[in-house]
Structure formats: structure tokens, C-alpha cells
């Protein structure tokens, strides 16, 4: 290490001596850099300011934009054990008997229905969000909840025994007859045939639901992060489950016709059990897809559809 040497002539007239040496001691700046270090861990340790607010995105445009905010359908079909089916054609109006449908296939008579009862207000089908359908590295973010009384209602004759056509499925009887629990059959009219005595017409709820902005907007919307710097992520997987109030029961559903499954037994999840759902965060609109990257849900013909799944074993 070199020294320098210095050379002082003293006057005696001015013994003040004036040494322009620095005082910066770290000249290798570690002790800047432990600063720095002090305040990144302070400033996470107080939480540093990060925006969680929460918007909401309605359904987007359709493609040819004929409807800015379309309603959004929803369908679910459950598995009828009698037929070995899953019953899709809405039962028939009044006067007619109605053929079981729905959440009659869960234990559910018409009149139950009609009158909210606490075992299905207790009731509900539950959407989960996920960042990926695979089951093993995906992560849960939120559900939204669907409740059987807000379905698409129709009015219904009460169930009863002869509900079926006996001739054409007579081995029915017994079981609608379990399921009945002696509730009314069809009006009852007078002697004219006119008055009606006793309607037994019920406003049933259905498996299937319609949304919109105004009137039924429980379900339309979809809430998330209103910025991306926390979470960057436009883009979730849908699956379904039907929770019974009743019993207890769990209900798994399918994004297709489970009998299309080629192996109903082992299948891939990530395949047949999921929607694709899609945020444009710039016009905060969402809409939803399946797997192949159709759009779903924007009429009664192309609804989310899901199907009760029934393990053949």
C-alpha cells in the first residue's frame, strides 16, 4: 500500500493547518447497503399499500353486438334412476299431468317446491373458480352460489301416482307413489266443469336459471380484483356441485352427457368437468366458454349445461 507524502512549510504568522481529508469511513458502501436492506424488510413488515378493491364485470357483448349486456343461462340436468336418463324436455304445462323433473329427482314433490321449504332453502348449487383444471396444481379462488328457489319457474300440476303414463313405464307407480306423500292430483272442478274446487297448480322452480342486469342479477355479475398487480390473472375454470338440504347429499356434474364419456369410471377431470371463464378487464365484461373455446350461456338453446354425474360402479 502506497503513502502519500506530504510536505508543510510552517509560518509562524498563520499556524492554522487546513486538511481536506473525506469522512465517508465505508468507502465499499456496505453500510448503504444494510440500509437498503432495513428498509425493504420494514416495508414489509407494515404491510406496504396494495389495491384490493373488488369490481364488478358484467356479461360481455355478444360477437355481432346485437345485444350489449345479454342474459346469461345456466342449466342443470339430474339423473332420473327410473329411466336411467337424464330428463331435458320441460315437464308439460296444466291441465296435463307433469312427467318428474328437476329436483324431484332429488326427493322433492311439487308442493315442496312451490313453497320453499327449509330442506331446500338449505339447498344449493355451488360454482368453484380455479386458475387451472387440473386437480393437482390448481388453486381455489372463489364460488358463487345458486339457489334452488331462484330458478326459472313454471306452474305444475302436483305430483301424484298416476303422473306416468302406466302403460307405457308400469313398474313408476310405486316409487312416484313413495314420492307423492298423498299430495292432490290434478284440479278439481264442479259439476259445470268450469269452477274449480281445489287447483292444485304449483310456481315450480327448475334446475335452470336466467339472468340479467335489471331484475334477476343475483348470478350476472362476476366480482374480482379491479387491478393486476396483486393477482394477474384473466382467466378461470368453472366446475359445478349440487349441495341437498335434505340429506346431505353432494351432487358432482360433468360438462357433458356422461354417457359420451368414453370411460365413465376413470376420466379426466380437467376435460369433462369444467367452463372456461374469461375477464376483459378493460371493459370489465366476462363471458364463458367451454374447453373447445365456444361461447356459452347467451340463450335459452346454448346454455352452461352440466350433467349430474353417476358412477356406474
Known amino acids: 500500500m502506497a503513502a502519500n507524502k506530504f510536505i508543510f512549510n510552517i509560518n509562524t504568522k498563520d499556524p492554522t493547518i487546513q486538511l481536506g481529508f473525506g469522512t465517508t469511513f465505508d468507502e465499499a458502501g456496505r453500510e448503504d447497503?444494510?440500509?437498503?436492506?432495513?428498509n425493504?424488510?420494514?416495508?414489509?413488515?407494515?404491510?406496504?399499500?396494495?389495491?384490493?378493491e373488488v369490481t364488478r364485470f358484467r356479461h360481455a357483448p355478444l360477437f355481432d353486438n346485437s345485444e350489449e349486456s345479454p342474459d346469461i343461462f345456466y342449466?342443470?340436468?339430474?339423473f332420473d334412476k327410473l329411466t336411467n336418463t337424464w330428463p331435458t324436455l320441460l315437464p308439460i304445462a296444466p291441465p296435463a299431468q307433469p312427467f318428474p323433473f328437476g329436483f324431484n329427482f332429488k326427493g322433492?314433490?311439487?308442493?315442496?317446491?312451490?313453497?320453499?321449504?327449509?330442506?331446500?332453502?338449505?339447498?344449493?348449487?355451488?360454482l368453484d373458480f380455479h386458475d387451472s383444471p387440473v386437480k393437482t396444481r390448481q388453486k381455489f379462488y372463489m364460488s358463487n352460489l345458486l339457489s334452488p328457489v331462484n330458478?326459472?319457474?313454471?306452474?305444475l300440476c302436483s305430483i301424484d301416482a298416476d303422473c306416468r303414463n302406466i302403460s307405457v313405464v308400469p313398474n313408476q307407480t310405486a316409487a312416484w307413489a313413495d314420492l307423492n306423500m298423498n299430495v292432490p292430483d290434478s284440479p278439481i272442478f264442479d259439476a259445470s266443469g268450469i269452477n274449480i274446487i281445489l287447483d292444485t297448480v304449483r310456481n315450480v322452480p327448475t334446475p335452470r336459471y336466467d339472468f340479467d342486469m335489471d331484475n334477476r342479477s343475483i348470478g350476472y355479475f362476476f366480482y374480482w380484483l379491479k387491478e393486476s398487480t396483486y393477482l394477474n390473472i384473466n382467466t378461470f375454470f368453472m366446475s359445478a356441485k349440487f349441495y341437498n338440504g335434505r340429506d346431505g347429499e353432494v351432487t358432482r356434474f360433468t360438462n357433458v352427457l356422461p354417457t359420451s364419456i368414453p370411460n365413465q369410471i376413470s376420466f379426466d377431470p380437467a376435460t369433462n368437468m369444467y367452463y372456461r371463464l374469461l375477464?376483459?378487464?378493460?371493459?370489465?365484461?366476462?363471458?364463458?366458454?367451454?374447453l373447445a373455446g365456444t361461447r356459452v350461456g347467451t340463450n335459452i338453446n346454448t346454455p352452461i349445461e352440466f350433467w349430474e354425474y353417476i358412477n356406474p360402479i
Open 75 to 78: 342449466q342443470f340436468n339430474f
Open 279 to 290: 375477464l376483459d378487464k378493460n371493459n370489465f365484461t366476462y363471458w364463458i366458454e367451454d
Open 151 to 155: 330458478g326459472t319457474r313454471r306452474p
Open 40 to 52: 425493504d424488510v420494514v416495508r414489509q413488515l407494515v404491510n406496504p399499500t396494495k389495491d384490493f
Open 33 to 38: 447497503l444494510i440500509k437498503v436492506y432495513e
Open 108 to 126: 322433492y314433490n311439487n308442493v315442496e317446491l312451490s313453497e320453499n321449504t327449509s330442506d331446500l332453502l338449505k339447498s344449493f348449487f355451488k
